[in-house]
């Protein structure tokens, strides 16, 4: 027979064995089962959901590990007690620090690896396949307006960039641009591309 904790009209309630050793214990609110528990599981099911109201999240045992949803809008993610990643209000994910940097040589990139050592701003990428191809980062450019729309890139294009900034104290500026320019009239399957290699001046700023 199923153990029930009930309100006075039955639409709210905590059941033990719907059925003969089912071992399973039901959360009903509102006359709809929104939760479960079953051995080692707790169960949120569809249409469901669980209010942290900004408190923290505990993954672990001795409670150092954890996730965070406060009133600042961002959600912080720590393990062994230290802050490791968290994505702020404005949809940019940051690792190794609890803030993102806002003028990153006037610009406010949206994902950031920040650290004080050779491992902590380190991005690894690595293949490991019985080939002769190894690990790839890829940036491109569409000249659609519309995220995930291809549209043909023209003459004079930018493709691709990849900066080198420095810190004078007060703001990032460009030491150094590695770009990928259109470089002709592309077409389908046709893309034609020069490299080009610029550095910063004594004196200048980028």
Do not use: C, W
């Not at 959600?75 to 003028?103: E, P, Q, W, Y």
């Not at 002709?184 to 980028?206: H, N, V």
Request: no cysteine; net charge negative.
């Amino acid at each position: 027979t199923a153990n029930i904790l009930s309100d006075a009209d039955g639409d709210t309630k905590v059941q033990v064995e719907e059925s003969s050793d089912e071992d399973t214990i039901r959360f009903d609110i509102a006359g709809a089962e929104d939760f479960t528990m079953t051995a080692n599981s707790f169960n949120v099911l569809s249409g469901s959901k669980i209010d942290l109201n900004g408190t923290e999240l505990i993954l672990d045992d001795d409670g150092d590990t954890s996730i965070t949803a406060d009133t600042d809008d961002q959600i912080d993610f720590k393990t062994a007690g230290s802050d490791r990643m968290l994505i702020d209000n404005a949809g940019r994910l940051v690792i190794g620090h609890t803030a993102a940097l806002d003028d990153l040589r006037g610009t406010d990139p949206y994902l950031q690896v920040l650290g004080s050592g050779l491992d902590t701003a380190h991005i690894g990428v690595v293949r490991f396949s019985n080939s002769n191809n190894g690990g790839h980062i890829t940036i491109g450019k569409s000249r659609s307006g519309t995220v995930g729309t291809n549209t043909i890139v023209q003459d004079g294009d930018k493709i691709g960039t990849l900066n080198f900034a420095g810190g004078d104290g007060s703001d990032y500026h460009e030491g150094a641009v590695i770009e990928a320019v259109i470089d002709g009239t592309p077409g389908t399957g046709d893309l034609p591309t020069a490299l080009t290699f610029q550095t910063t001046a004594d004196g200048a700023s980028s």
